[in-house]
């Protein structure tokens, strides 16, 4: 009987202490994550500073992270993962892979407002997660290659389209900044009719699928 309590407690601690963890994993991640949405960068914020912004110990950082870089690392990619999970979301709800993919591009360019920490996060450090295997570019993969194998999309290579849909996307973003007072929804549309029209669809209906109504996106 005693074994077995002992037992039950081992496993009580070793799940209490696998939280803990867990929390300050987390908890520097989320650090990381806040000083790019406001730097755009890393900086040159200390692991001190880090340590103290995400609420635990110094000597912590290092049972998550090697580096520093590693940690931002970390941080982009779970930003983005974010997002990508959110558009899984709210354009699984459409039919036409066309639709989703221009949903998916609209929403992107409102995320300036609706989640502006996650714009700056990928403004900064997009186009280096261009091609990551995590986060936004493995979605946008497979909506590419599900409009090809359903005849929507007319493209030789999904990796090339890919990246030049990447581009244009963080060069309107990279526009908002310098010039916020054309950057807004009528410019996601635009842009959408755009990369439809490079995915083979004929210009009318890029310009009438990239207008239809959007569903909700929750806010941040």
Do not use: C
Not at 50 to 69: L, M, P
Not at 180 to 186: K, Q, S
Not at 203 to 209: D, I, L, N, Q, T
């Amino acid at each position: 009987m005693a074994e077995q309590q002992s037992g039950v407690r081992d496993t009580a601690q070793g799940n209490r202490f696998e939280r803990r963890r867990a929390l300050t994993r987390s908890a520097l991640i989320g650090a990381a994550r806040a000083i790019l949405a406001e730097q755009g960068a890393p900086g040159d914020a200390s692991i001190q500073q880090i340590a103290e912004r995400a609420d635990v110990g110094f000597g912590s950082f290092y049972n998550h992270f090697e580096t520093k870089a590693a940690l931002f690392d970390a941080a982009v990619s779970n930003a983005l993962e974010e997002y990508g999970q959110l558009l899984d979301k709210v354009a699984g709800t459409l039919d036409d892979p066309a639709e989703v993919f221009a949903a998916s591009v609209r929403m992107t360019i409102r995320m300036v407002e609706t989640h502006p920490e996650l714009a700056q996060i990928l403004r900064g450090s997009g186009l280096a997660q261009l091609h990551a295997e995590t986060g936004l570019a493995p979605r946008a993969l497979r909506d590419i290659e599900t409009g090809i194998a359903r005849g929507r999309f007319q493209v030789e290579d999904p990796l090339i389209a890919l990246s030049a849909i990447g581009g244009s996307l963080l060069g309107l973003l990279q526009l908002e900044t310098l010039r916020p007072e054309v950057v807004g929804p009528a410019a996601g549309e635009q842009l959408a009719a755009l990369v439809l029209r490079m995915l083979g669809l004929p210009p009318e209906e890029a310009r009438e699928v990239a207008r239809r109504p959007l569903p909700p996106l929750p806010p941040a």
